[in-house]
């Protein structure tokens, strides 16, 4: 069952195209990870899921509910950590918490005093003194602490540290095992290849690539680091190889899924000294799209 | 010791200076302005002394005393008259001077990390306090001369040299006693806001001291540094006395400074911010709780300013008649009605002033909802179950009730002072009534500004030229001989005048029906727009 749908979502503010026709779908259960460069419709995606904004064409819907239309009855049942936590400055952290968790209605106090124990979080200062990552740790424990069904968060680590980092990953996983449903936007690529079942890279408003890591995976190029007897030679005129790097005897290079087979069997015949492959990143699948973009702004095609 | 701990004071002062060459002089321009101003406006509006006496008389009560303090009724000359109506008000706009630019230059600095980097140079531990109160004592030198001569210059005739100096060192001496006492919490306290708080808490500490003691028994009042201030009597009796404890005391104090601040770490405090509240109370976990808690500060300081403002204007209401005889001004700006006093005709234009003014409190109430989404805070809100019609009535019925309560205050205020000084004075009735009669003209002030908010969210401010456009048109269009459907254009210029005119009930429907047309709208907008953060 679909939790949340994405079904050809516009949004225009003015001239400017923010959204043009994302598609994307969240299974009960699942963590669903999203990324892309700033500025490419992460943030605006979810103020349109939490009818914050308006879609100006498409449709966004969460548990089969409208995401403009009902978004009272679809809050109740989620949390929603923003990137940037503004708080009001002369309430205390421990207040802020009460508060969104009693507007959602819910009340853990036990969950609660853990949360503030594992964020290492003084609940008695003043928001106005908190740092960053002190701000997103009030959005976090009140956020977990809700025991909502659908959690959204938008860059939710981009300020704690990498101790926090890990506790963060510990309930979301905890929140996965307890059924719950997750959509992570994020910038730290290794939380997301760690934490999410799926992934969708946006970029200028569209999803270029949605799936799970290994289907991804498999539309991309694996890394080679190859050592030979004797000197391979054309191998940068081969189908497939990319980014040549030679020292040496050593070669490195990228090889497109499909070809694999046809080049072990070349570079095979001269004498295979070693051998290293590593399956691309999720850092190596964002920055082919990105250097793609890159390289399309400045009128180049690959 | 003290000497290697003031090292490199010489080019801090210069730094402190070249920090605040604007700040300074805008304070100087600005306190040194009103006070030569203020003289030769008296001078203008009572150019002969039966004039003065009249308003000597009118101000002979314990409301004023308490207001402004003592001042030479007997012998009410241009001089004594600025000495009793300005030298209290400026003196604490020049210890608010002081307080401010101390802790600017001291906690915030260590606060925000600054005087650490300056602390790593060889520069003497106690180098940066000292080169600020060097600094401010020039300052309040400076701010005394340039104001004592230039009072003198005015050439007015009751104001001789001796007078105008002791004059503006009066105001030099505060600044440098409220320097003190900055001084001293800038050690005291951990953060700025808790030093500035502390400092401006003596500061108003002082002034109520002084209001008791004026009313009740002088000597009170000379242990408030503005007891003394108006003890100096500059221009009738001249004593400088009260100028020598000042600065005997301001010394002490900044000797105490220094004193607390060599014997502390950089960056620790004597007083420690005290731990807040870890839970919030069931009121505040709604939106109508949360808004009222985060206004609550700006709401007691409006509600107690707009009963101030009630009982000032109340307190002149006893010798009003005689006030008026003669001013062809005032007249000129009353409504001519037969069978009713004066005071009575002053009334509705002293109501229309204070509806006015006690509808800028709920219209920024109303405003924070933007202020709040264009800080990016209304998102949490909206994310959790709280539709925006709950978000937006919940403030709309913020508003309305802030409104309700300022001007009533005002009214209250001016019922209370009026039956302290007049001897024949008005039913409660018809002074709550006269005011409350602007409440719908209010009202639609703050739908307007809900209309805005929903329709128009990038043209809010606008709303604040409708409030300077409908004090202008109605205050003043008796003044300025505006045809009567411009006045008409201002919700203000739709309610009776109370209580010389009769009641009529069509405008105050029409008032509220407009209003709740302007919040419809508005309601329909939020719904529709998007939210920008």
Redesign the interface.
Known sequence: MSIVEVKNLHKKFGNFQALDGVNLALNQGEIYGFIGPNGAGKSTTIRILLGILKASEGKATIFGKDAWHDAVEIHKRLAYVPGDVNLWPNLTGGEVIDLLIGLRGGNNKHKREELLERFALDPSKKCRTYSKGNRQKVALVAAFASDPELFIFDEPTSGLDPLMEQVFQEYVQAAKNAGKTVLLSSHILSEVEKLCDRVGIIRQGKIIESGTLSEMRHLTRTNLLVETKEPIPAIDEWKGIHNVQKDGQTLDFQVDSEELDAVIRYVSQYGIVKLESAPPTLEDLFMRHYEHKQETTEGGNS | MFRSASDNIGSLITFTLRKDRVRIPLWLIGIIFFTILIPLALDDMFPTQDERDVMAETLANPAVTAMVGPGDIENYTIGAMTTHNMLLFTAVVVGLMSILLVIRHTRTEEEDGLSELLLALPVGRLANLNATLFVLTVTNIVLALVSGFSLYALGLESMDLEGSLLYGVALGSTGLFFTGVAAVFAQVSESSRGATGLSIAVLLLAYFIRAIGDVSNETISLFSPLGLVTQTKAYSANEWWPVLFLVGFSALLFLLANYLNAIRDWGAAFLH?R??????T?F????IG?FF??QR?AFISWAISMLVLGISYGSVMGDLESFFQGNELLEQMLIAEEGYSLTEQFIPALMLVMGILATVPPIMAMNKLIGEEK???I?????????RGKLLASNLIIAAFNGFVMISLSGIGLWLAAEAVMEDSFSFGTIYGASLVFYPAMLVMIGAALFLIGVAPRFTGLIWVYVVFSFITNYLGGLLDLPEWIEKLSPFGHIPALPVEKMEWTPIVLLISVAAILIILGFIGYR????E?
Request: hydrophobic residues 35%; positive net charge.
């Open positions: 911010a731990a807040g509240r870890t839970h919030a069931r505040l976990q709604s939106p949360l808690r985060t500060t800080k990016n805070r998102e949490s809100i909206l994310a959790a179950p709280v539709s529709k727009r998007d939210i953060g």
